[in-house]
């Protein structure tokens, strides 16, 4: 079975400035999806990105990108520029490419805090 | 606003009562999913619908029971729920990219 590993409960940034939050996982497919969302205290689970297994090039989205380190099985998020809206849990997930398996796996999550 | 909604936000049940949740979403997607959040745990899977077939059960106790009508509706209905039960109910449904859209979840309390 599949599992994902955040290793940081919790992260802090000034703002303006770039954190990194980590996340590996364990899976003996070659060919998967990978997520982070951010679920701020309203509680709403947002999409952030999405990377797919078999592009080598790391998804980005504005000031959010990924570090995809296949061999590594690792999946970091850095967020740039950091902002007081980006104070929320962050959760990576996995999800499987195999036909029938749409259920994500997801990590235990990492809070951030930006400081003003 | 992603689409998917939740009623009710918020819900205080006794143990013996019987109450449903409900999601609809109006993204056009076929699987919907239910998910429970309870504090310091990672997001749970209850169940998967696929076209309206239910393709997982996460060995959810009985006391829990999903219905599908359609694609875009999905109901939890609750009986005879414990206290540990309580928590933070979400809905999805998938997107074209396999990605998952969440709605706002209901946060149950079960006293």
């Known amino acids: 079975a599949q599992t994902v590993t955040q290793s940081q409960p919790e992260m802090s940034v000034q703002e303006a400035e770039t954190v990194t939050l980590s996340c590996t996982y364990d899976?003996?497919?070659?060919?998967?999806?990978l997520f982070w969302y951010k679920q701020p205290p309203s509680r709403q689970m947002i999409l952030v990105i999405r990377?797919?297994?078999?592009?080598?090039q790391n998804a980005t989205e504005n000031r959010f990108s990924v570090n995809f380190q296949k061999a590594a099985k690792s999946f970091s998020l850095k967020i740039s520029d950091s902002q007081l809206g980006d104070a929320a849990m962050y959760f990576c997930?996995?999800?499987?490419?195999?036909?029938?398996?749409?259920?994500?796996?997801f990590g235990k999550g990492t809070k951030l805090t930006v400081n003003p | 606003e992603t689409g998917v909604t939740q009623t009710p936000r918020h819900l205080v049940m006794g143990m013996t009562n019987k109450k449903s949740l409900k999601c609809e979403q109006h993204?056009?997607?076929?699987?919907m999913y239910w998910y429970k959040q309870s504090a310091k745990k990672p997001l749970e899977l209850m169940f998967v619908?696929?076209?309206?077939?239910?393709?997982e059960n996460n060995s959810v106790p009985s006391r829990f029971s999903p219905e599908c009508p359609n694609s875009s509706h999905l109901f939890l209905h609750l009986h005879t729920l414990q206290p540990e039960d309580s928590a933070l109910y979400l809905c999805?449904?998938?997107?074209?990219?396999?990605?998952?859209?969440f709605g706002p979840g209901t946060r149950l309390t079960v006293l």
């Open positions: 997930a996995y999800r499987s490419s195999q036909g029938g398996s749409e259920k994500l796996v």
């Open positions: 999805a449904s998938s997107g074209p990219y396999n990605e998952q859209f």
């Open positions: 619908y696929n076209f309206k077939e239910q393709t």
């Open positions: 899976t003996s497919e070659s060919d998967y999806y």
């Open positions: 993204l056009g997607h076929n699987a």
């Open positions: 990377q797919e297994a078999y592009k080598q």
